[in-house]
Every structure is written in structure tokens, then in C-alpha cells.
T-cell receptor, first 116, second 114 residues
Framework: EAGVAQSPRYKIIEKRQSVAFWCNPI?????LYWYQQILGQGPKLLIQ????????DSQLPKDRFSAERLKGVDSTLKIQPAKLEDSAVYLC??????????????FGNGTRLTVT | KNQVEQSPQSLIILEGKNCTLQ??????????LRWYKQDTGRGPVSLTI?????NTKSNGRYTATLDADTKQSSLHITASQLSDSASYIC?????????????FGRGTQLTVWP
């Protein structure tokens, strides 16, 4: 099966600019996650979708971050305006059921964002 | 507070040697624990999952153990190879449903030298 696709692979922007990331999960996977991974740390959940509904967005900085999952398939994550501390790798993951229930998360290779 | 702590933070071993990575958690209730391998510049990949009733599970040269009483897990790598160089992340789930959460450790960075 094809893996989780993410684009772009790298992005460099200046602070206060906006940026968007795209994710195409594995076909048939109902659950989709966006994680932020700062260098040397484990991934931190930003938002979890079940089909096209939001399950958990409690750690999403909603004043600057937004995400949507259209038709329960592809998803986009947007940052507007970006801050220096947003520099990180943004990982998208999908699972057939929920990862909490034991289904493994399948991760994309991430988008490395650098904010200057 | 639900936490996952991994040790050591980093480890360097010679090719062919064995090593053991540790994961201690305070997550409660407990549903399952999964070990992921993350190569540089790639997303994490699942190695193995442990549920409450399982003590040991192997996946090739990787063997995971779980002690649910002491809330500890270990990942043992046998006869290490250069390709084992990666970050190994321990992830604990508190409930077996979408109502639950996944708790990530910071990972152990393993470097295998020739």
C-alpha cells in the first residue's frame, strides 16, 4: 500500500508569514493526526481527526494554527502568522482505526519548517 | 500527571553488540505500549505493540518487554547493525478508544559505529 504522503518536504519562511502543509493519508484510514516534532523531542499532538470530524485539538494554538480534513481524506495544516518557535518538523500520521485502540500510526516523512 | 520517560537519552555502541533501551511510564489507565523507530529525516515506524497481558514480544532482532506492575518497558536490540542507528520512541495509550490519548517519550538516539 502507498504510504502517507506529505508536501512540501522543506519550507523556509520569515516570521509573520503564513504557510500551509498538505497530507494525503493511506487509503481507507479513518483517523488522521498532525504532530509537531521539535529537534530532540518526541512528537506533540496538534490535532486528531476521525473521518472529517475533530476528535482532539486541545493542544492546537488556535490563534495561529488551523487544520481541516476535507471529505475525510486529505488534510491541510496552516500557520498564520508564523513565529520563530514554530520551527519544527510537522508530521502527519494516519491509522485504520484509532491509534489509541492499538492500530499502528503510519507516519509521513514530515515537513521541515524553518522560520527566520 | 501522565508521562513517558525514556533512558538513556543517547547511546553509542559498536556494530554487532547488543543494547537495551528503557521506557518508564506513569500513564493510567493503561491500554497498550508501542515502540517506534525513527530514522533521520523520516517519520516513525512501528516496531512492536505490547498490551497489558503480554510480557515479551519479538520482531526479528528487536525484543520488547513489559512489566505492567512496575510500569516499565524495555527494547532489546541483538547483534546491532549500522541500519539500527535511529531514534527509538516509546508511546503509551491510556484508553483503547478515540477518547484516549497517546503519550510520547522523547526518544533514545542510538548510534551504531562500525
Amino acid at each position: 500500500e502507498a504510504g502517507v504522503a506529505q508536501s512540501p518536504r522543506y519550507k523556509i519562511i520569515e516570521k509573520r508569514q503564513s504557510v500551509a502543509f498538505w497530507c494525503n493519508p493511506i487509503s481507507g484510514h479513518a483517523t488522521l493526526y498532525w504532530y509537531q516534532q521539535i529537534l530532540g523531542q518526541g512528537p506533540k499532538l496538534l490535532i486528531q481527526f476521525q473521518n472529517n470530524g475533530v476528535v482532539d485539538d486541545s493542544q492546537l494554538p488556535k490563534d495561529r494554527f488551523s487544520a481541516e480534513r476535507l471529505k475525510g481524506v486529505d488534510s491541510t495544516l496552516k500557520i498564520q502568522p508564523a513565529k520563530l518557535e514554530d520551527s519544527a518538523v510537522y508530521l502527519c500520521a494516519s491509522s485504520r482505526l484509532s491509534g489509541q485502540g492499538g492500530s499502528p500510526l503510519h507516519f509521513g516523512n514530515g515537513t521541515r519548517l524553518t522560520v527566520t | 500527571k501522565n508521562q513517558v520517560e525514556q533512558s538513556p537519552q543517547s547511546l553509542i555502541i559498536l556494530e554487532g553488540k547488543n543494547c537495551t533501551l528503557q521506557c518508564n511510564y506513569t500513564v493510567s489507565p493503561f491500554s497498550n505500549l508501542r515502540w517506534y523507530k525513527q530514522d533521520t529525516g523520516r517519520g516513525p515506524v512501528s516496531l512492536t505493540i505490547m498490551t497489558f497481558s503480554e510480557n515479551t514480544k519479538s520482531n526479528g532482532r528487536y525484543t520488547a518487554t513489559l512489566d505492567a506492575d512496575t510500569k516499565q518497558s524495555s527494547l532489546h536490540i541483538t547483534a546491532s547493525q549500522l541500519s539500527d542507528s535511529a531514534s527509538y520512541i516509546c508511546v503509551v495509550s491510556d484508553r483503547g478508544s478515540t477518547l484516549g490519548r497517546l503519550y510520547f517519550g522523547r526518544g533514545t538516539q542510538l548510534t551504531v559505529w562500525p
